[in-house]
């Protein structure tokens, strides 16, 4: 039996997110279990960029939660996410989490490749802003193996399922995770299959999922991407995975070899500005 772990970024309970996390789930085939995991309910403290999680025994020397949650994404043979849409992005308790990705970086062997589907809910149709992305990020980042994404629509809690359209998505994520991943009917990045872009000049885009750059033509009517991998790649394959750590690794030993110089440079700005600090 197959264990699914459905990751539920936010903080309602029985809301349209854990509601369609569970829709999902009753359509997946394969024989499975159902363990969840509310964001919110863990205490995730932020980064404080001392890289120390991937040296010695690979764990952040932060005391909360982190290691319940990777130990739960490694344990588990497949991923549902659902985020809501707060203020056109996704809820913060995914960017909080994600902050946190070079302790990440010292688990690939365990968390490289789970299949993995994500829904995004936004109060009103058309203003799910970059929730979408966010969670397309979050899912590459963690190392999973995107089978699909999308944003439905329902502002109060249950109402996602009054949509039928909404629940027939549901049943395609679920016959998705652990099957073949649908064809894109949209124009996509043909790096990493990221369908959001920014516009650098008049012909040249930069995909903002995989953060590769090239040129968009219009060919037939449709938008033809030429987009290209550069030389230091995040998620596209285990070995791109593998060296972004040693490149994290040789950044700790760049910054010893050049601590005096940057403490330096620093101490010049010790002094300036006054501090408000929480009454």
Not at 6 to 15: C, F, K, N, Q, T
Not at 17 to 24: A, L, R, T
Not at 97 to 120: C, S
């Amino acid at each position: 039996m197959k264990n699914v772990l459905g990751i539920i970024a936010s903080p309602r309970r029985l809301g349209n997110c854990e509601i369609m996390v569970k829709e999902i789930s009753r359509h997946i085939p394969e024989s499975h279990e159902l363990h969840l995991l509310r964001l919110s309910d863990f205490h995730i403290k932020p980064c404080r960029g001392c890289y120390l999680c991937l040296f010695k025994k690979q764990r952040c020397v932060l005391r909360d939660d982190l290691t319940t949650i990777i130990d739960s994404l490694a344990n588990a043979d497949g991923l549902i996410l659902a985020c809501p849409t707060y203020f056109l992005g996704p809820n913060s308790t995914l960017k909080r989490l994600l902050d946190r990705g070079m302790t990440f970086y010292a688990h690939v062997e365990r968390l490289w490749g789970k299949p993995a589907v994500g829904i995004g809910i936004s109060g009103i149709a058309g203003k799910e802003g970059y929730t979408l992305l966010g969670i397309e990020s979050f899912l590459n980042l963690i190392l999973a193996d995107i089978k699909g994404c999308a944003i439905v629509t329902g502002a109060l809690p249950g109402e996602v399922l009054q949509n039928d359209c909404n629940i027939d998505l549901a049943a395609r994520l679920g016959k998705s995770l652990f099957g073949p991943a649908p064809e894109k009917k949209t124009p996509a990045c043909p790096v990493c299959g990221g369908s959001t872009f920014r516009f650098l000049s008049k012909s040249d885009i930069r995909c903002m999922l995989c953060s590769n750059s090239g040129t968009i033509a219009i060919k037939a009517d449709n938008p033809v991407f030429q987009i290209e991998k550069d030389e230091h790649g995040l998620f596209l394959s285990r070995q791109e995975a593998l060296e972004h750590r040693e490149w994290l690794r040789g950044e700790v030993r760049r910054y010893q070899e050049q601590k005096d110089r940057l403490k330096e440079i620093r101490s010049r700005y010790d002094e300036n500005g006054h501090w408000i600090k929480p009454s």
